[in-house]
């Protein structure tokens, strides 16, 4: 039976050349193919997500058999069709999700017994899956027959071929920037036990365009982020402006290069205005402080000094004192400074005091003196 891959070959093969019409109908049931693989694919993940890898693959395997519709599907000339298709302006069907093909053929591969995986084996092909799904499968055989030195051989040949066409393939995904594929293929070769390693080029050039993709899909977010804060910053929201820069200071912290300079110019007011409001409530918060202080030490001291310093400390601001605080503390400095004015008088008037009464005794001790003196001739005369 004709399947639509070979449709699609023998359309490419006509000798009276390619009709647009014919392509737009094979593109369209190309199309509700793919999606309906894709719907089915999306189902046995969810399973696998859930660590229902038995049932996973019972979804697979259900009648028609996903893996083996995903391999037809995935014909060689596929990227040759897809060209044409271009070139005519007919609409290029969507894509297989080769992500979810790669999981759910993992899954098969790793729970298989021997019989399933040869069946497997001979399945792909027939079909001319691609190698690279081959190759997981007999490795996996290699692996589970390890006594069978023909097994590694096939690996080694089938690996001599796929390096053949990893090259090809790479420079392709990275030309059309094709996210999917560079990540697929940058897993084949970085978490693959390679027998033969491929050029360490071909993985470094993958890596680099993974990362460049990973820093353009953050700098996207990264502008969402500062649109939002702008428009937050335009409302004086801000809440909104608060949680945003969170976000926009934690897309720079994991961003893997320097952030582009349009970014930064669209956050700067944005940032600025809240900086200022930082400043603001600090500076807020420390003139309440030093109001508290004053309080507290017109409640508790009676030194000028202490007072004054905590007076000249909550004075700073430049919001003034209220009127009832400065009010208490001008009234509490007189009546401390009349206190203080009368306590000196009394030492005063006691040092006087003192003075005098020590003056008095001093002369009346010498009035007794000179009265001793006067007595002793006279009783000398009289006797």
């Known amino acids: 039976m004709s399947t639509l891959p070979d449709e699609i070959r023998k359309a490419l093969e006509k000798p009276d050349g390619i009709s647009e019409e014919t392509m737009s109908t094979l593109s369209a049931r190309y199309y509700d193919l793919v999606r309906a693989v894709n719907e089915r694919l999306d189902e046995a993940v969810a399973l696998l997500r859930k660590n229902l890898r038995s049932e996973a693959i019972q979804s697979a395997n259900r009648r028609p058999n996903v893996m083996e519709a995903a391999v037809a599907l995935d014909f060689p000339e596929r990227i040759e069709w897809q060209e044409i ?30 019989d399933e995986l040869l069946k497997q084996h001979r399945k792909r092909a027939l079909a001319k899956a691609p190698l690279s799904w081959r190759l997981k499968v007999l490795r996996r055989i290699a692996e589970v027959d390890s006594m069978n030195p023909i097994w590694m051989e096939d690996v080694e040949d089938y690996e001599a071929a796929r390096q053949k066409t990893l090259g090809a393939e790479v420079g392709t995904a990275l030309k059309e920037n094709n996210t999917t594929q560079i990540a697929s293929l940058h897993q084949e070769l970085s978490q693959t036990n390679w027998v033969t390693p491929p050029p360490a080029e071909l993985l470094q050039s993958l890596t680099a365009a993974l990362a460049n993709n990973e820093y353009n899909q953050k700098v996207d977010s990264m502008r969402g982020i500062a649109a939002n804060m702008h428009t937050a910053f335009s409302e004086f929201n801000e809440p909104a402006a608060r949680n945003l820069w969170a976000q926009w200071s934690q897309a720079c912290s994991e961003l893997n290069g320097p952030v582009p300079e349009d970014l930064n110019d669209e956050v700067a007011p944005a940032q600025t205005w809240l900086s200022e409001l930082d400043r603001a409530n600090a500076t807020s918060q420390q003139r309440t402080q030093a109001l ?16 004054r310093r905590a007076y000249a400390s909550a004075q700073r601001f430049d919001e003034p004192i209220p009127p009832e605080i400065e009010q208490r503390f001008h009234s509490l400095i007189q009546e401390i400074e009349l206190s203080q004015k009368r306590k000196t008088q009394f030492k005063i008037i006691s040092v006087v005091t003192a003075a005098l009464l020590i003056a008095g005794l001093v002369g009346f001790w010498q009035y007794r003196q000179m009265q001793q003196h006067r007595l002793i001739p006279s009783a000398s005369e009289f006797e």
């Not at 999981?103 to 790793?110: C, L, R």
């Not at 508290?292 to 007072?307: H, I």
């Open 85 to 114: 298709l271009q070139f005519l302006s007919v609409p290029v069907p969507q894509q297989l999700d080769h992500d979810k093909v790669r999981q759910i053929n993992e899954a098969i591969v790793e729970t298989q017994p021997i």
């Open 292 to 307: 508290r202080d004053l309080s507290l030490t017109m409640n508790k001291s009676r030194d000028l000094s202490a007072l």
